[in-house]
């Protein structure tokens, strides 16, 4: 069965500092990984996917992640933080099927 | 860009009551998705329709039915409202065609049953 477990549900960062968001996955099969956002009060919004192209996929607003399969692991990742990036990031696994399983959210908090 | 719009942002009902969300997509989309949002849980599937008139039930089916008469509408229906039914619901879709295809939402609906 498939699983996502994404470490610390509230990430604090200064602005201006590495934004490093964890998840490690369990799939029995190569999995298709997604990084979403959520702001408050509204719905998820896709931030970037893996699906076997590259293991460093760019998203939007500044967002990267890596696949290691070695790891199970597809962290996010942006270089520096700026303010308007507080908002829950969710990451999912998928098989080949139409099942999204997301981890419980990490809450990121930017300091001004 | 794709569009899903979820038809209220915010109810309040009463307990017993027959409660109605709806969900519209514009993409021409095959599968769409409810799902309700707690704190501390993330995102739990209700239920799926893989196309018109199809369903499936997700983790969480107890409580809820669905309807997808057209292909761009499907309708989530709590047949007698429960205050453990106070929620954050999503609604999604996604192509059929395609491995690896992201699901897309709305921007939710908060519902609280009093």
């Not at chain 2, 027959?18 to 021409?28: G, Y």
Request: hydrophobic share 35%.
């Amino acid at each position: 069965a498939q699983s996502v477990t994404q470490l610390g549900s509230h990430v604090s960062v200064s602005e201006g500092a590495l934004v490093l968001l964890r998840c490690n996955y369990s799939s029995s099969v190569p999995p298709y990984l997604f990084w979403y956002v959520q702001y408050p009060n509204q719905g998820l919004q896709l931030l970037l996917k893996y699906t076997s192209a590259a293991t460093l996929v760019k998203g939007i607003n500044g967002f990267e992640a890596e696949f290691k399969k070695s790891e199970t692991s597809f962290h996010l990742t942006k270089p520096s933080a700026h303010m308007s990036d507080a908002a829950e990031y969710f990451c999912a696994v998928s098989d080949s099927s139409y099942k999204l399983i997301f981890g419980s959210g990490t809450r990121l908090l930017v300091r001004p | 860009d794709v569009k899903v719009t979820q038809s209220s942002r915010y109810l309040v009902k009463r307990t017993g009551e027959k409660v109605f969300l709806e969900c519209v997509q514009d993409m021409d989309h095959e599968n769409m998705f409810w799902y309700r949002q707690d704190p501390g849980l993330g995102l739990r599937l209700i239920y799926f329709s893989y196309d018109v008139k199809m369903k499936e039930k997700g983790d969480i089916p107890e409580g809820y039915s669905v309807s997808r008469e057209k292909k761009e509408r499907f309708s989530l229906i709590l047949e007698s409202a429960s205050t453990n039914q106070t929620s954050m619901y999503l609604c999604a879709s996604r192509p059929f065609q395609g491995e690896g295809q992201p699901q897309h939402f709305g921007d939710g609906t908060r519902l609280s049953i009093l």
